[in-house]
Structure formats: C-alpha cells, structure tokens
C-alpha cells in the first residue's frame, strides 16, 4: 500500500515536472513567434480586438463598483484618526499599484483565457491543427505569437482604463458621503500617485497578458477527450491562469519595490 503511494507520488511530480517543462518551452516558443518573420499585424489586431474591446465594459464595472466600495470603507475607517479628507489617495493608490492590474488582469483571463482554450482545444480535438501542421504552418507562429502580443499590449490599456474608472468610482463616494469637493480630491490622487506607482501597476500587467494568452493556449494545445475534454480544459485555464496571476503578483511587487 506505502508503495503504490509513493508510486503515485513520483507519477504525479514527473507530470508535473513534465508540463512545466512543456510551458516553459512553448513560452520561449512563443516568444520567438513574435519576433519572427513575416510578420502577420491583420491577425495580431483581430485578436487585440477580441480581448480588449469585448472585455472593456466588464473590467470597467468592476473597476468602479471597486473604487466606490474602497472609498466607502475608506471614509469609515479613517473618520476614527481624522484623515477620511485623504480617501482619494487611498483609493488611487490600491487601484493603480495592485487592484486595478490584479483585478483586470483575473476578469481578462477568465473571459479570454478560457476562450483562447476552447478555441484551440476545439481545434486540436477535430485535426485542424495537425491538419496545419501538414500543410507546413507553425501552429505556435499562427496560434499562440498574435495571442500573446495581442494580450501583452492590450491588458495595460484595458488597467489604465480601469485605473481612472475607480478613482472615479471612489470619487462618487467621496462626494456623497463627505463635506469634499472635486477639487480637492483629484489634488490628493495626484499627490498620492507618482510615475513609479503608475509604472509598476502597468509593468505587472505585461507580464500578466503573457501568463493569460499562455496558459490558455498550453492547455488548448494539449485537449484529449473531444468535447468533454474542450470542457476540461477550459476549466483548467481559468484556474491555472487565476492561480498564476496571484503568485506572480507577489513577486512583481516586491521586485518592482526592491527598484
């Protein structure tokens, strides 16, 4: 019994071991896709198009129901030191540095990610992909690059947009349940906020776009089972890509606090 444990075991870490290994190429695969010739940007905007435009109006609901909520917590929580008047650089500050890319970033890629999945896993269960490949075309060249450009330049546009949403969200807030006038707050944002906590929020949202287009294409990729495997790998994606935002979150910002 101990030993078909351990047999389990040293299955399951050399699978994992193995799908590491497999992300990690098809990410410098994917990499070298982008940068190599000819180079298709019909494709890349369609696909801009798809995860940008079509997620805007959700990531900005979130976004200013985000700001409203911190700024009501915020007024309630400071009114006990005296300082509920700086609500704004409160509210601007955990949008632009953390909620702002991290929520985005989640929303995007549980819409795109697992769209991006069941694309390619419908694609790899019915042939078309090794139909490509006997036809002579790359499939990472034709599938995965544009994704993860595509992704890589429109999830910090889709950030900035979300950024301002929520600050005018909190903004409402503010107004409401404080004796504040517009002025005043936007004076407080932009004191709160400096070139270097715009830029790491936007900085993390980069690398957030890479791990989405990535995850959801690796498990694409790698469907089995026709539809039911479609399924699974969808859901699959969505978690993994959850999952590795958080983790990479983490590491971001103390990287980016370290510079």
């Known amino acids: 019994m101990v030993k078909k444990a351990f047999i389990a075991i040293d299955n399951r870490a050399r699978q994992v071991f193995l799908s590491v290994g497999t992300i990690f190429f098809l990410a410098l695969r994917g990499l070298q896709g982008i ?3 000819p180079f298709d940007f019909g494709l890349v905007m369609q696909e801009a198009e798809n995860i940008g435009t079509k997620s805007l109006l959700l990531v900005n609901i979130i976004a200013i129901f985000t700001g409203m ?3 009501l917590q915020a007024v309630h929580s400071m009114k006990r030191y005296g300082a509920e008047l700086y609500v704004g650089a ?3 500050l955990s949008l632009v540095r953390e909620l702002g890319p991290v929520l985005s970033a989640i929303m995007v890629g549980g819409r795109v990610g697992s769209g991006i999945a069941a694309e ?4 790899q269960v019915t042939e078309q992909i090794d139909a490509m ?3 002579g ?3 990472i060249k034709k599938l995965v690059a544009p994704r993860m450009l595509a992704a890589m330049i429109v999830l910090p546009l889709l950030t900035v947009s979300a ?3 929520g600050i005018f969200g909190g903004l409402v807030v503010a107004l409401a349940e404080l004796p504040m006038d517009v002025h005043f707050y936007l004076n407080t944002v932009w004191w709160a906020i400096t070139i270097g906590d715009f830029l790491s929020g936007i900085g993390k949202t980069v690398f957030f776009g890479f791990l ?3 995850f959801g294409c690796y498990y694409g990729l790698h469907t089995e089972g026709g539809t039911t495997g479609v399924g699974r790998s969808t859901t699959r994606a969505v978690v993994t890509i959850s999952i590795a935002i958080l983790i990479s979150d983490f590491f971001l910002t103390k990287l980016f606090l370290i510079f």
């Open 120 to 123: 390619i896993g419908s694609m």
């Open 133 to 135: 490949r006997a036809l």
């Open 212 to 214: 989405i287009a990535l």
């Open 69 to 71: 909520v911190l700024a």
């Open 35 to 37: 940068f190599t010739r």
């Open 163 to 165: 950024d301002v949403v």
């Open 90 to 92: 409160l509210v601007s």
């Open 137 to 139: 075309a790359n499939p």
